[in-house]
C-alpha cells in the first residue's frame, strides 16, 4: 500500500511545482522519445527517396483515427479517475478502469478491420497520388493492422498517469521508442524491405510497451484493478467516460482530418510539396507531444483538486502550467523557425524544392506554436473538470472550428502559400477564443471559492 498512498499524497498535499515536476516531467520524457516513433520512420524512409516519404505522410492520420479509440476511452477514463480519487471512491474508479481498457480493445479492432478492407479508397482520400500508392499500401496494411497494440498502450498511458504513475508511462514509452529508433534501419536497410520495414519495426516497438503495461497490470503495481469482473458496461459508468471521451475523440478526429486536408491540397503542387508536409507534420507533433506529456500531469492534479474542493491548489496548478508550457513552447518555436531549413535538408537526399517549401511552413508554424501551451491547457483543463461542451469546443477550434475555413479558403486565394500557412493563422484565431474562455472559466472559480 505505500506505493499507492505516495501517489494520493502527491496528488492531493504536495507542493504544486514538486507534484507537475513529478508528474509532468517523466511523462513529457516519455511523449518526447515517443515522438521517435513518428521521426524516425520519416527519417529513415527520406532515405528511400520522396514518393516512400509520401508514403508514411499520407498513411500517419489513419494511424490517428486508431489512435483515437486509445484517447476516446483511456483520456475519458482518466479525467474522471482523477476526480474519483479525490473524492475516495476507489471502488467506482476501478470498475471505470476496466470499462475504460476492456472498451478501447473492441472499438479499436473494429475501426481497424473497417480501415484493412476499405484500405486502398482510404489511402486515396488521404492524399495518396498514383506514385505514392504503392508504397502507402506496403506501409499502411502493417501499419494499421498492428495498431491495436498502440490503442491498448494509449489507453493505458492515460490510466497510468492518472494514477500519478508517471515513471512507469514513460518508461512504457521510451522503450517502445528506443527499439523503433534501432530495429529501423535493420528492417528498412539491412533487410532490405523498404518501407514494409519500417511498419515492421514500429509494430514490434509497441507490443514491447504493451508487454510493460501488462507486467505493470499482473503484479498488480496499479492503484486500480483490471480484471475482468471490474469491467462494468453501465449507462453511468459509460457516460463518465464518453463525456470527456467523445471531445478527446473530436480533437484527434480533427487533428486526422486537417493533416488529411493539408496532405490533400499540397499534393495538388507535385510530390515535393506533399513529402515536406511528412517532416512538417512530424516535427511539430513533436512539440505537441512534449506539451500534452507534461499536462498529462497537470489533469490528475487539475482533477483531484477540483474533485476534493481545493480551488487554492487548482489555481496554483493552473498558473503553473501556464506558465512552464508557455516558456517551453516559445524555445522550442523559436528553434524551429530560425533553424527550418537545416532541419528539414535531415528528411531528404537533396530535394531542394521539398527543402524550400518545408522551411516555409516550418518557419511559419514554429512562430505561432508560442501559443499552443495557452490554448492546451485550458483545453485539458474544461475536459478534466468535467466541462464537455467548453472542453469539445475549445479541443475543436484549433483543428476544426478556425482550421476548416482557412485551409478552404486561403489556398484559393493564396495558392501554395495558403496550405502553408493554414495552421498558424487557426492557432491566432484559437488563441483569441480561449482568452475569453479563460476570462469567464476563471470568474465562475472565483464564485466557487466564496
Known sequence: MKEPSTKMELLGRAPVPKALLALGFPTMIGMLINALYNLADTYFVGGLGTDPMGAVTVSFPLGQVIVGMGLLFGNGAAACLSRLLGRGDKETADKVAGTALYSSIIAGAAV???????LDPILKSLG???DVMPYAVSYARIYITFSIFNVFNVTMNNIVSSEGAAKTA????????VLNVIL??????????GVSGAAIATAISQMVSTLIYLCYIFRRKSIFRFHIGKGCFS????SEILKIGIPTLIFQLLTSMSIAMINDAAKEYGSSALAAMGPLTKIMSMGTLIVFGFLKGFQPIAGF???AKKYDRLREAIKTALLWSTVFCVAFGLIIAIFSTEIMSVFT???????RIGQTALRANGLSFVLFGFYTVYSFLFLVMGKAKEGCFLGACRQGICFIPVILLFPRVMGLDGVLYAQ??????SAVVTVFMAVKFHKELKAKSI
Open 235 to 238: 449507462r453511468e459508468i459509460m
Open 424 to 429: 498558424p493563422a487557426a492557432d491566432v484565431f
Open 170 to 177: 514513460m518508461f512504457a514509452l521510451m522503450a517502445g521508442a
Open 305 to 307: 483538486s477540483y474533485g
Open 349 to 355: 537526399r537533396g530535394d531542394l524544392e521539398m527543402i
Open 184 to 193: 529501423d534501419p535493420i528492417f528498412i536497410y539491412l533487410f532490405h524491405l
Open 128 to 130: 495518396a497520388i498514383d
Open 112 to 118: 481497424i478491420l473497417c480501415a484493412v478492407i476499405f
